[in-house]
C-alpha cells in the first residue's frame, strides 16, 4: 500500500536517517510497514509506522538479470522483481504476526553474509556464552495462533526456478509392501515397484519419493505424499518408515527428487546454518544446508517453539535447545559434525524424528538430555569409521524420555569398540511396534544392541522388537529397569539379554524375575555344550558329559555358578590364554585346558580376577 501527503506551505524537512532530503511538495510513503489514513476532524493525515501487515508471499532468487531481477530493495511480492538474499526477504516480514507467510526460495545457490548472534537466556536476557556465532540465516519472528512462516525451497537442477523437477517417475506396478522395519531381511521391508524401470541399484539413495495421485496419495497435505528412498534396485524403491495411508497399487503415481536440487545454503567451517531464537510457528521445506567441518550446526533452534522441518538435508547436526516441540521430517548427514550428536535436544526441549534417515554419523545419531523425543518410521545407521570408542545410534542420559516405534537404530560400524545401538544411562525409553535395534559386527567387551546403564528404564512393547548383534543384545547394569510386554527376537539365542545381580526385570507376565539382592541368570542345560555368559547359573542336566565354554569377555568381580544335576557331570572348557585357578594349583592355560566334575550334583562357583582370562574357584 501506499500513502501520499501533499503541502500546503513551506513544507518541512524531511530527513532519512539523520540525511536531509530535497524538499518536494509531496511526500509518497511505501512499503507494507506504513499504514497511513486521513483524519478531517483534526484536519491531518496519521501514519502508522510498523504497524503494517506482513506480506503472504515473498520471493528470494540469485539472479540478478532478467530472469528475477532481485535486488532486496525490490517489494519481493513477485517471481520476477524478488528478494536477492534469504535476509531480504525475512527483513519485511513483522517480529509478530497474525497472518502466515511464505517465503518462496528459488532453486540454485545462497551464500549468505555471516550474521553475528549471541545466544540469549530468556529468563535473565543475558548472554548464555560470551561467545558470539557466525550465523548465515537468523529467524526470530513470532506467528500467533495458527499462522505460520513458512521458508518453501523448490527442487530443480536449473538455477532460478520456482517449480519442482523430478529426476524420474511413472506408475507404481503394484505388489507394494508395507512391513518396515519387523526384521533384517528384505521381506521385513517397506518397498515401491515400478517394474518398467532400469534404474541403477543405489542411484537413488537417500532420494525422496513423492505419491502424486492414485491409492495411498493424500489430497489434503501433501507433506504426507513425500518419503525418504534408503536405496533402490533396477525396479524397486526401499523406503523409509511405513506408508502413512493405504499401500499404493498399480495405480499409484509418482515422481522422485534429488535433495542437492533444493536451494542450497552454503556455510563456510565453524558457520551455523540456520538459527531459530525465541521464534514460534516456524515451518522449513526443501532446503539443503551445505555447511562445512568444524564446529558447525545445520539447524540450531534456541527458546523457540513448534519448529517444523520437511525435506531439509544438512550435512552437519540439528540441535533443540529450550525449545518446545521441534519436528524433523528430513536426511541429516553428519559427515561434517566431528564432535557431538546428528540430532540432539537438550534441557526441557520436545524433539521429535519423524520418517527421517540419519546417515554418516562418527559420534551419536540422536541424542537427548533432559528431554522429551519420539522416533517414529525412521532410520538411523551409519557406516563410518568412528572418530572416538562409544559411538551410539541413541543415546538417553539424563532424566530424558524417549518412545521409539517403527524404526531402525544403530551405529552399524564396522570398526570401534563400545558401541550401543540404543544407550540409555539414568533415562527412560520405551521402544514399541516392531522397532530393529541393531550394532556392529565387533564382540569387543562392550559392545551391545542396547545398554541400559545405573537408573536406566527400557520397556519392549506392542509388537516385537528384533534385536540383530554380533555380541550382547540387551546388556543391563546394576540399577538399571527392564520390563517386556512382548520378548524381543534376539538374532542368536547364545546373545540375549545379560543382567547384572543387581538389575530388575519384569517378564512378559508382568512378573518381578529377579534383581536387587544378588539375583543371577539361570539356565537348565539339557544339550551336551553350552556356551557361558558371565553371572549366569547353569545346570546341566544330561546322562552323558556336558562341556560348558567359559565366555570370551568377563570383567573382574563376574561370577558364574555351576549345579550339577545329570549323571553324566560336566567339563568347563577355556578359549584361548585363559586359565582356571584354585589356590597354588591351576588349569593348564589356552584350550587345553579344563576343569571336570568328578561326583554327582558337583557344584561350583567362579570368579573373574583378571579381565578376560582368569577364574578362580571361590566354592565347590
Not at 493 to 514: H, I, K, Q
Request: hydrophobic share 35%.
Amino acid at each position: 500500500e501506499a500513502a501520499t501527503i501533499s503541502s500546503g506551505g513551506g513544507g518541512h524537512i524531511i530527513e532519512d536517517e539523520g540525511s536531509a532530503l530535497t524538499q518536494r511538495p509531496t511526500v509518497n510513503f511505501t512499503g507494507t510497514g506504513v499504514a497511513c489514513s486521513d483524519d478531517s476532524g483534526n484536519n491531518e493525515t496519521d501514519c502508522a509506522v510498523g504497524s503494517g501487515i506482513s506480506p503472504a508471499n515473498l520471493y528470494v532468487c540469485g539472479d540478478t538479470g532478467a530472469t528475477c531481477n532481485a535486488s532486496d530493495s525490490n517489494a519481493c511480492t513477485s517471481s520476477s522483481a524478488t528478494c536477492l538474499t534469504i535476509a531480504g526477504a525475512l527483513s519485511k516480514v513483522n517480529d509478530v504476526n497474525s497472518i502466515s507467510v511464505t517465503i518462496h526460495i528459488a532453486s540454485g545457490a545462497y551464500t549468505p553474509s555471516n550474521i553475528s548472534k549471541y545466544i540469549i537466556d530468556p529468563y535473565f536476557n543475558f548472554p548464555l556464552v560470551d561467545d558470539t556465532y557466525n550465523v548465515k540465516i537468523l529467524i526470530d519472528k513470532l506467528f500467533t495462533d495458527s499462522y505460520f512462516l513458512t521458508l518453501q525451497g523448490y527442487f530443480n537442477s536449473t538455477a532460478n526456478s520456482f517449480t519442482n523437477s523430478s529426476v524420474s517417475s511413472g506408475t507404481s506396478s503394484g505388489s507394494n509392501t508395507n512391513n518396515f522395519p519387523t526384521t533384517g531381511t528384505a521381506a521385513g521391508q517397506t518397498y515401491f515397484y515400478d517394474t518398467t524401470k532400469s534404474w541403477t541399484s543405489s542411484t537413488y539413495d537417500n532420494f525422496y519419493l513423492r505419491l502424486t495421485g492414485g491409492t495411498g496419495y493424500s489430497a489434503v497435505n501433501d507433506d504426507d505424499n513425500w518419503y525418504v528412498i534408503l536405496t533402490n534396485t533396477a525396479t524397486s524403491l526401499y523406503i523409509t518408515g511405513r506408508w502413512r495411508g493405504t499401500t499404493p497399487d498399480a495405480t499409484t503415481t509418482y515422481q522422485i527428487y534429488d535433495p542437492s536440487h533444493a536451494p542450497n545454503i552454503l556455510g563456510t567451517s565453524g558457520d551455523w546454518g540456520i538459527m531459530f531464537d525465541r521464534s514460534k510457528n516456524i515451518i522449513l521445506k526443501n532446503l539443503y544446508i551445505n555447511a562445512t567441518v568444524g564446529d558447525a550446526r545445520g539447524l540450531v533452534s534456541y527458546n523457540s517453539e513448534s519448529i517444523f522441518t520437511y525435506r531439509v538435508r544438512s550435512t552437519t547436526h540439528v540441535t533443540s535447545h529450550r525449545s518446545k516441540t521441534m519436528y524433523v521430517t528430513s536426511v541429516i548427514d553428519g559427515a561434517n559434525s566431528t564432535t557431538t550428536h546428528t540430532v540432539g535436544g537438550t534441557e526441557f526441549s520436545s524433539v521429535y524424528l519423524l520418517y527421517s534417515r540419519l546417515i554418516n554419523f562418527a559420534y551419536e545419531g540422536f541424542s537427548l538430555s533432559q528431554a522429551w523425543g519420539l522416533i517414529s518410521n525412521s532410520v538411523i545407521t551409519s557406516s563410518n569409521t568412528p572418530t572416538i570408542d562409544e559411538v551410539n545410534g541413541v543415546r538417553v542420559s539424563s532424566l530424558a524420555r524417549l518412545n521409539i516405534e517403527y524404526s531402525r537404530i544403530g551405529p552399524a560400524n564396522t570398526s570401534g569398540a563400545h558401541q550401543a545401538g540404543i544407550s540409555i544411562k539414568n533415562a527412560e525409553v520405551t521402544i514399541y511396534n516392531g522397532s530393529d535395534v541393531l550394532t556392529n559386527t565387533q564382540t569387543d567387551d562392550k559392545s551391545t544392541a542396547i545398554f541400559v546403564g545405573r537408573g536406566g528404564v527400557l520397556s519392549l512393547e506392542g509388537t516385537q522388537t528384533s534385536i540383530r548383534t554380533a555380541d550382547r543384545g540387551i546388556f543391563l547394569r546394576d540399577g538399571a529397569v527392564y520390563s517386556e510386554s512382548t520378548a524381543p527376537g534376539f538374532s542368536s539365542v547364545d546373545l540375549t539379554l545379560y543382567r547384572a545381580p543387581g538389575a530388575v526385570y519384569f517378564n512378559t507376565a508382568n512378573e518381578f524375575v529377579g534383581g536387587i539382592g544378588g539375583y543371577l541368570n539361570f539356565t537348565t542345560v539339557t544339550g551336551t555344550t553350552q556356551q557361558m555368559i558371565e553371572n549366569w547359573i547353569y545346570m546341566p542336566d544330561n546322562a552323558s558329559l556336558v562341556t560348558l565354554t567359559l565366555p570370551t569377555r568377563s570383567y573382574v568381580g563376574d561370577i558364574i555358578v555351576i549345579q550339577g544335576k545329570g549323571s553324566g557331570g560336566w567339563k568347563i572348557a577355556q578359549n584361548a590364554g585363559q586359565q582356571i585357578a584354585s589356590g597354588a594349583l591351576g588349569t593348564t592355560s589356552g584350550t587345553g585346558g579344563y576343569l571336570q566334575s568328578t561326583d554327582d550334583y558337583a557344584s561350583l562357583t567362579l570368579r573373574v580376577v583378571i579381565v578376560n582370562t582368569l577364574w578362580v574357584v571361590e566354592g565347590a
